[in-house]
């Protein structure tokens, strides 16, 4: 019953997604408006958003303490984005760690310590973006409370799981599997989140951010050429971020769309040309690192299968 209603919610999510993307849209005003984007500009955000994966690749290897190569690194960024691309709830970041597992023997415990360090980094820095757009937009004193408790809480969460107490709490599970397997975790994350390691993580985390903003806001304004100011241009990059992040759909599809038409309208930019965009940058955003992913796996002889299963 739970799992009928569940797909039945989705199924009503999706249509309504789809009815707000697709009402009232000129098809005729699709073509002209791909037409106009500059193909310079484009290449320089396809560059950018490889980039951004290497980014990616040297802020696993430093997180790791350089036990994972900046090569395996890349190839599991990139594998990421790939599986992102294919399944739905971002399954991509688990893919990751078994890509490791299989061709580079790191243990999965390990893998999940860095990549929940890397989420928490990661919500961090969108949170305080978040916020920080979210006043622009609305200039509410309200909401900007709202975004720094949550940021508040954020942070607190990083000091609770670093905290002894953490230690303690794991020996009243019952479980002597989980037990064990929480208490190799809580290792990983003191060694991970050590001081000289947190402030090198924040600078590469920073440049991840840096990277990602520069690549939707000069999508926006070299490719599409859209005549927004750098306020609106740095909103409409937030709302495409968190609508990207939503998986509902591999790679966030509908969500992102949505919310790109959503911003952008409001901007009074037309409908069909906030549609065009945002389906021309989501592919540009997955579609780089995903032909990447199948030259590695191609060249090493492996199959998807081999890889998920």
């Known amino acids: 019953m739970k799992k009928i209603f569940s797909l039945l919610l989705k199924t009503i999510v999706l249509f309504g ?26 290449s320089v955000s396809i560059l ?8 990616l690749a040297l802020r696993w290897r430093s997180l790791s303490q350089n036990s994972c190569s900046l090569q395996a690194s890349f190839e599991s960024i990139v594998f990421s984005v790939l599986t992102n691309t294919l399944l739905p709830a971002k399954l991509g970041e688990v893919a990751k760690l ?10 999965l415990s390990h893998g999940f310590s860095l990549m929940l360090t890397e989420r928490f980094f ?5 949170g305080i973006l978040v916020v920080i757009s979210a006043q622009i937009y609305w200039n509410d004193v309200k909401i900007q409370m709202l975004g720094w408790l949550s940021v508040f809480c954020i942070v607190t969460l990083f000091f609770l799981i670093k905290h002894p107490v953490s ?3 794991i020996h009243w599970i019952p479980t002597t599997f989980l037990r064990k397997w929480l208490i190799r975790l809580y290792h990983h994350f003191q060694i991970v989140l050590a001081k000289k390691s947190v402030i090198t993580l924040s600078l590469w ?33 937030m709302v495409s971020f968190i609508a990207f992040s939503i998986p509902l759909l591999p790679a966030g599809s509908g969500t992102f769309q ?13 409908k069909e040309e906030a549609l065009i965009g945002s389906i021309v940058l989501q592919l540009i955003m997955v579609l780089p690192s995903s032909i990447v992913s199948l030259m590695i796996i191609q060249r090493k002889k492996l199959s998807l299968k081999e890889l998920l299963v």
Do not use: C
């Open 17 to 42: 997604l789809g009815y707000y993307i697709f009402h009232d849209i000129e098809v005729s005003l699709l073509l002209p408006a791909l037409n106009s984007y500059s193909l310079f500009w484009l």
């Open 48 to 55: 950018s958003v490889i980039g951004s994966d290497f980014v």
């Open 98 to 107: 078994f890509y490791l597992k299989k061709l580079y023997n790191t243990k």
């Open 122 to 126: 990661d919500v961090l820095v969108l």
């Open 167 to 169: 230690r303690k709490l």
């Open 205 to 237: 985390s920073a440049l991840l951010w840096f990277s990602y903003i520069f690549t939707t806001m000069l999508f926006f304004y070299a490719v599409m050429d859209l005549p927004l100011s750098f306020t609106q241009l740095f909103v409409a990059t």
């Open 258 to 270: 949505a919310g790109i038409i959503f911003i952008l309208t409001q901007y009074g930019i037309t």
